[in-house]
Each structure stands twice: as C-alpha cells, then as structure tokens.
C-alpha cells in the first residue's frame, strides 16, 4: 500500500490538476441532486442530466414531483435503467420528506438511509456534496481506483470506505470523492487505463501497467 508521503503527493497531483473537483450531475439544490443520484443508480451522468434537465423545469421539489404523479414521472426518467422501479421510489421518497422532515432533504445517515431508492453510496454522496462533509461514496470507479493503485485496497465497497477515511489525508478528504470519481471513470478506466496520461502513475502499484493501456485481470 501507499505510504502517507506517497499518498499526500497522489492527492496534491490531482488536486494540482483539478483545485475544485465537482460532481458532474447537474442540480441546483439537496433535493434535485438526491433525485439525480437515486436515477444514477446503473446508469450514466450523462443519461440522468438529459432526464432531469426537463424533469427539474417542471417538478424541482417534494410537493411537485408528488403532483405530476409516477406516470407523469416517467417521460422524463424512461430511457434510464430501471426507470419504473426509479419512479416508485422518487415518490415515496417526497412522501417521506413531506411527512417527516417537512419537504427537506435530511442532514443525517440514518434519515437519508430510511428513504426508499437511498442506501449508504447514495447518502454518502448526498452528505459530502450537498453538505460538505469529509465522506467518499465508494462506487465502481473509486472501489477500482483503490485497489489497482494501492491507495485503500479492500474487499469489498465498505471495505474500501473505511480504508479511505483513514488513509486520505484530512487535507484531501472533502475533496478526495470527486477526484476518485474522475480519475476513474477518465483515466484509470477498467480496460483501458490511460497510465501514459496519467498524473499519478509514478505513485501507483498496479503491477500491469503499459504505455498503451492495457492491461489483463482487471477489476
């Protein structure tokens, strides 16, 4: 694994390269970025900003998504995965955030976790990105990105979780969500790593790197 000097300068790299790392779902407030993130679920940004960019002109709060009701929902939502079951869930969801928390978005794990279609990744997105706090919401990218380079290795998404909270340096931490993401989903991809491009390839231990990219066994 990384020691602390190499991960301090792996986090300096990306931060160097991007000082102000941002999701790349498109919301303007807790609510429309708790509905971008449950849409997202296997699904891409891209997919989930061409439904809400329309969805949000329409319906950008509990009580609206609420009125237009699961099939005047789902025009907006049809051609991402999983849509019908993503419709469902959108509205109990405002149901609940009406009922319980008087149509705002929860603060804390355990409330945002009680909502339908919200489970640990999503509310660790929702704490770091809505409301600032130093968490990493491991998904495919970061769970990759720490295994192959040698930054958290862990079996498993908590795994990862728990090795990245005590091994990104605090400096790093409200950032280190998005940098991983990034440099995931552009860089170190899952088949073809883009290591000659890469920033931090000198610190990585990824014992199949190439100039061209490829690689065997990848995770």
Same mark, same amino acid.
């Given at each position: 694994m990384m020691n602390l000097a190499q991960r301090e300068t792996f986090f300096r790299q990306l931060q160097t390269n991007n000082s102000h790392p941002e999701t790349e779902l498109e919301y303007?407030? &807790? /609510?429309?970025?708790l509905v971008a993130v449950m849409l997202s679920a296997q699904a891409t940004d891209i997919s989930v900003n061409k439904g809400t960019r329309q969805l949000f002109k329409v319906a950008n709060n509990p009580q609206a998504i609420l009125a237009l009701g699961e099939v005047g929902v789902r025009p907006y939502i049809q051609h991402i995965g999983l849509f019908r079951?993503?419709?469902?869930?959108l509205q109990v969801m405002c149901q609940l955030l009406l009922e319980r928390h008087a149509?705002?978005? &929860?603060?804390t794990r355990a409330e945002l976790e009680a909502l339908p279609g919200v489970g640990r990744k999503t509310a660790n997105v929702i704490l770091n990105t809505a409301f600032g706090e130093p968490t990493i919401a491991v998904d495919t990218h970061i769970f990759r990105v720490a295994n192959r380079t040698g930054l958290a290795p862990g079996k498993d998404v908590l795994a990862v979780e728990q090795q990245l909270l005590k091994r990104v340096p605090k400096e790093f931490l409200l950032d280190a969500h998005h940098w991983l993401i990034l440099h995931g989903r552009y860089i170190?991809?899952?088949r073809k790593p883009a290591c000659a491009h890469c920033l931090v390839e000198p610190?990585?231990? /990824?014992t199949h790197k190439t100039s061209q990219g490829k690689i065997r066994g990848a995770l």
């Open positions: 303007s407030s &807790p /609510f429309e970025l079951m993503k419709g469902k869930h149509g705002e978005v &929860p603060r170190c991809k899952a610190l990585c231990q /990824f």
